[in-house]
């Protein structure tokens, strides 16, 4: 692995965490465009060359023609180049109904502590809401590939006790066999959350904090959720963006910024330690090579 990269944004962080957690050999059903797609593009690039991706879409195993236009990752050409087969959303679902999509990667507009998603409405649906684009494929991924990978942003309203809709499943109401009790195959069910700050994993079908990046505090954390989740007994500190990463996400994947100039920059001190640029521009402690 290169060097550690001494200037990033969250985005970026976020993006390059879930690219490490990809498995190769193993397959993914991915939501289209944005974050997601980045940090599979990317896993197959440096970590996990014989991994295989579907869009969510249905089209299986792309050599995509990179880089491609954020809005146009699915039902296009340059995303679809080389593909395996070019099926359908059905197509997928079925693949994953005989268990054979090892993981899915979703963004959402909320998630609660059971892992349930919503992407549809803020508010109250029979009253006064907010109506969004919905799910898309994402209720199928959530429902029938082995473990979901969820990627969110450290917010208070994104981590809230009940969500206002449930688009896509989690655990349901946390109880054991709840998503068997309404048809969901069994085993299957969120793995990981992942959010700039920190990545979450699940204990008892409860979301549990499991890493926090070097430059937040667990507080900090934990102030950004609606609700208290479970806390491992050694809870990690997360590995930063590498050079080469970088290099990969601005220079081939995502060369206008569209996707990864999300956040605030973060900057590596001369000490070590990571903090925000803007906090350091306060303090002018900024590191020497600035």
């Not at 692995?1 to 944004?9: D, L, T």
């Not at 079925?94 to 999509?101: D, K, V």
């Not at 590498?242 to 910024?257: I, K, M, P, W």
């Not at 996707?259 to 640029?277: E, M, N, R, S």
Request: hydrophobic share 35%; proline share 6%; aromatic share 8%.
């Amino acid at each position: 692995m290169s060097e550690k990269a001494s200037y990033f944004n969250e985005r970026e962080h976020q993006i390059c965490t879930v690219a490490r957690m990809i498995e190769d050999a193993r397959t993914y059903w991915v939501a289209g465009g944005g974050s997601p797609m980045a940090s599979i593009l990317l896993a197959t690039k440096l970590y996990a060359p014989n991994a295989i991706y579907v869009t969510e879409d249905g089209v299986l195993a792309p050599e995509p023609a990179l880089p491609l236009d954020p809005l146009m990752t699915m039902v296009a050409s340059r995303s679809s180049y080389r593909a395996l087969q070019w099926g359908t959303m059905n197509t997928i679902g079925f693949h994953a109904q005989i268990g054979l999509m090892d993981y899915g990667i979703l963004n959402t507009l909320q998630v609660d502590p059971y892992g349930n998603i919503n992407s549809t409405a803020l508010g109250d649906y029979e009253g006064e809401h907010r109506r969004f684009g919905g799910p898309g494929g994402a209720d199928s991924i959530a429902a029938l590939c082995w473990h979901t990978i969820l990627m969110t942003d450290q917010q208070a309203r994104k981590f809230v006790p009940r969500v206002d809709f449930i688009s896509s499943p989690g655990y349901l109401d946390g109880s054991e066999g709840a998503r068997e009790r309404v048809g969901l195959p069994r085993g299957t069910g969120p793995w990981r959350v992942v959010t700039p700050w920190a990545v979450f994993d699940y204990e008892d079908r409860h979301l549990r904090l499991s890493g926090v990046s070097p430059f937040v505090t667990i507080d900090q954390v934990l102030a950004e959720m609606s609700f208290k989740p479970r806390m491992a007994k050694k809870v990690e500190t997360l590995e930063t963006p590498t050079e080469d990463e970088l290099a990969l996400l601005r220079t081939e994947l995502d060369q206008r910024g569209q996707i990864t100039d999300v956040g605030k920059p973060v900057v590596l001190q001369d000490d070590g330690t990571y903090a925000f640029v803007e906090e350091q521009k306060e303090k002018g402690d900024l590191p020497s090579s600035w």
